[in-house]
């Protein structure tokens, strides 16, 4: 693949994203992942062919760091990842990325490798592009979880029949400020998907509806969901109270606040989408209070 294409065509998207330019955004972005799905079987640095059809769960984790030592969200789930009716899916958003790739779980792991980092949402397509399981699992580098909670977070999805299930999130470090969207009570209802580093997705209805929106680092589990409400129900969508990940959603507050400026953007591209997210997040709201789950 020629990675200059397809660097120029990324960049070219996130500038016209970034200036307001959505229309020239989408064009962007298409030409740039045309061509990667067109080439994705070069990407594949090693496969794991065993037990292709018996895949229950595809956990897919997209870093751009080099090797899977770095990812965090590894530590203390192997029990998990070994187990036969899951795989592990690693996204190398970026060259070298996947380069020197260890740890307990590397020789299980499905390497794939990007030739540009092209966004957590657009890589993470990637990731469910290639799944074998009917529940994606999607999560964090850099944040940490359990098996017990990765249990009930697919468990959820795949028991309930539901779209997508969201857990709870809580502060890594006594430093780490959190989001307002992170921590939503002790009880399951209904719930959008906005944590999309720890949510599980019915495959086939990802595939269906087309994934998260390549443009998006914010706002695309909303997005999707929003999509998906024109043919399902507000219940399909649940919040896991249960299963929990560790994860700062900023450092200080000048991170807090480039995290805001860029969400900000994000909803102004939802509205050129003509999407809502307040009113659909009050739908939300409405179906909670009529019928608990």
Request: with cysteine.
């Amino acid at each position: 693949m020629n990675g200059n294409v397809s660097l120029a065509s990324y960049t070219q998207a996130t500038g016209h994203f970034e200036n307001g330019e959505f229309a020239k955004a989408q064009h962007a972005v298409s030409a740039c992942l045309q061509e990667i799905y067109a080439n994705i079987h070069r990407f594949v640095l090693t496969e794991n062919l065993q037990n292709i059809y018996g895949t229950k769960v595809s956990v897919i984790v997209v870093s751009h760091r080099s090797g899977l030592e770095v990812c965090e969200v590894g530590r203390g789930i192997e029990d998990f990842i070994r187990r036969p009716d899951v795989e592990l899916i690693f996204v190398g958003n970026g060259p070298g990325a996947t380069e020197g790739a260890s740890g307990p779980y590397a020789d299980k792991a499905r390497l794939f490798g990007l030739p540009e980092n092209i966004g957590c949402s657009a890589a993470r397509n990637v990731g469910a592009y290639v799944a074998r399981g009917s529940c994606l699992l999607f999560l964090d580098d850099d944040a940490s979880t359990g098996v017990a909670d990765l249990d009930l977070l697919a468990g959820t999805c795949i028991e309930r029949g539901a779209m997508a299930v969201r857990g709870r999130i809580a502060p890594k470090s006594g430093a780490g400020l959190t989001g307002n969207h992170y921590n939503l009570g002790d009880s399951l209802k209904p719930a959008p998907p906005t944590t999309e580093g720890f949510s599980a997705w019915q495959a086939s209805a990802f595939e269906t509806y087309g994934g998260f929106d390549p443009l998006l680092a914010g706002h695309e589990g909303m997005d999707l969901c929003c999509r998906m409400l024109g043919e399902t129900d507000a219940k399909q969508f649940l919040y896991q109270p249960g299963a929990v990940m560790r994860h700062d959603y900023a450092g200080d507050d000048r991170q807090r606040l480039q995290k805001v400026e860029k969400l900000q953007l994000s909803d102004r591209y939802l509205a050129f989408k003509g999407i809502d997210k307040d009113r659909v997040a009050a739908a939300f709201k409405e179906v909670e209070k009529a019928d608990a789950v």
